[in-house]
């Protein structure tokens, strides 16, 4: 058997395609993209966040406001940024949490939002 590896934005995708499937609202923040330097300043001064997760999910449940989910494929790892923005939301009332698999993310949306 061969394991193909799937890429962060085939993941985001994947996701994506999830929710849309059970109806659930979501924004993917796309940060992840190579700017130059007047673009990055002109984004960083209308309020772009470094670390800001990949998926947001307006949606909340009983405990948490909603959902912001950083998507990563092993061996890629948290920036200090985005630790730093996961902890943040959690301070604000939010889930925050990384997956690295297709199947991480749907049993944390699937349990966040009691789907079946």
Do not use: W
């Not at 058997?1 to 659930?24: D, G, P, Y």
């Not at 940060?31 to 007047?38: D, G, I, Q, T």
């Not at 309020?47 to 999910?57: E, N, T």
């Not at 405990?63 to 920036?79: A, S």
């Amino acid at each position: 058997m061969r394991i193909v590896k799937m890429s962060e934005s085939a993941l985001q995708k994947a996701v994506k395609t999830f929710a849309a499937i059970h109806k659930l609202p979501m924004h993917h923040s796309p940060n992840e993209a190579k700017r130059s330097l007047v673009l990055g300043k002109k984004l960083k001064d209308e309020g772009m966040m470094p670390g800001f997760s990949d998926c947001f999910f307006i949606r909340g449940n009983d405990e948490f406001k909603g959902i912001f989910l950083e998507l990563k494929i092993k061996p890629n790892k948290l920036t200090q940024s985005q630790t730093d923005f996961l902890e943040l939301v959690k301070q604000e009332g939010y889930m925050g949490s990384v997956c690295y698999t297709l199947d991480e993310a749907i049993a944390l949306i699937s349990a966040f939002y009691s789907l079946k």
